[in-house]
């Protein structure tokens, strides 16, 4: 008989749902984490795991030396300061980069900077740090009961300490696209975008103009009034 109620009542509920709506219902994508920028050395990790990447991707490309194109002239310092770290890890690793870019594959680096809502809303599950390259980590989401039970000091305190680094604080509303792409005149070769936080006090560094402090009012007397 629970059966049968059970079954009767999700069946009610089911006949009482909308089927139709005059617009999509807004759903939450699954948990992901995306680094935050804090500091000019995780410019350069960045720089070195885009480089992995692109190097990945151009293993059937031809073997021609690079030419990293010059930022524009209105570029941000950290287009201009990624453009030189990657140059600096396509150099270190081996490959030829090349001053003039005739008869090279040109790599282009392209940075949008965006400005999101404020205080968006941040829900995470338990987390553990991963590394994305030397000196940037980020809280990636995990499933182990363990976490959620274990009962040893140790562990508590160790998975307190890495979460509480960089799992804290309000999200940030300045964000970077990030894409770099190697190409010739014909045909991309390779292409990778990748999205990063930034510290909002730090937007000036990305080609952002800094918001004023809205927590102070100026008023302006005149008179007795």
């Not at 709506?21 to 699954?30: D, I, K, L, R």
């Not at 594959?105 to 553990?128: C, E, I, N, Y």
């Not at 509480?164 to 005149?185: A, M, N």
């Amino acid at each position: 008989m629970a059966v049968v109620a059970a079954l009767a009542a999700t069946a009610l509920l089911a006949g009482c749902a909308n089927r139709y709506a005059p617009a999509p219902t807004p759903t939450n994508f699954p948990t992901s984490a995306q680094p935050k920028l804090q500091a000019a050395a995780h410019w350069g990790a960045i720089a070195g795991t885009i480089e992995q990447r692109l190097t990945e991707d151009l293993r059937k490309a031809p073997q021609r030396p690079y030419y990293v194109s010059e930022p524009p002239p209105e570029a941000s310092q950290f287009q201009r300061a990624l453009t030189e770290h990657i140059t600096s890890a396509l150099v270190k690793s081996g490959y030829v980069v090349s001053r003039v870019p005739a008869g090279s594959l040109k790599v282009d680096v392209d940075v949008q900077a965006l400005t999101f809502s404020p205080q968006r809303a941040q829900k995470l599950p338990g987390a553990m740090p991963t590394a994305i390259a030397v000196g940037v980590w980020m809280l990636a989401a995990t499933s182990d009961p363990i976490l959620a039970t274990a009962g040893g000091v140790a562990a508590h305190e160790v998975y307190n300490y890495n979460y509480g680094q960089f799992g804290t604080g309000p999200i940030p509303k300045t964000e970077l696209i990030v894409t770099v792409s190697v190409s010739d005149q014909y045909r991309f070769y390779a292409r990778n975008s990748s999205a990063y936080y930034v510290a909002d006090s730090d937007r000036s560094l990305y080609g952002l103009p800094e918001e004023d402090d809205k927590a102070f009012k100026t008023f302006t007397i005149r008179g007795d009034k």
